[in-house]
């Protein structure tokens, strides 16, 4: 079993700056690859940008240049800092990970609205 909690959303104006954070527990020698989801209203859930054990990174199109994806590996916590924040980033971000056993945990998400 993981648990995952994010926290570090809130309203920023556009322009401005978040850093969002996951701090997974229970079972967290099982983490493999991990990621962070965004869902804004009427719109489907995206992936926003993910990073594996190792530390490689992918990013959406939409986020590359504006955000930053990392891990610490000690604390087991999920970083994504945010740029250059545009109205169109306004949803709520869903931390997400995989298991060694292939199973894909949640958090609750953390709401993110960038005012105009």
């Known amino acids: 079993q993981v648990q995952l909690v994010e926290s570090g959303g809130g309203l920023v104006q556009a322009g401005g700056s978040l850093r969002l954070s996951c701090a997974a527990s229970g079972s967290i020698r099982t983490i493999t690859t991990m990621a962070w989801y965004r869902q804004a209203p009427g719109k489907q859930r995206e992936l926003v940008a993910r990073i594996a054990p190792s530390g490689n990174t992918d990013y959406a199109d939409s986020v590359k240049g504006r955000v930053g994806i990392s891990r610490d590996n000690a604390k087991m916590t999920l970083y994504l800092q945010m740029n250059s924040l545009k109205s169109e980033d306004t949803a709520i971000y869903y931390c997400?990970?995989?298991?060694?056993?292939?199973?894909?945990?949640w958090g609750q998400g953390t709401q993110v609205t960038v005012s105009s």
């Open positions: 997400n990970t995989l298991t060694t056993v292939g199973i894909v945990y």
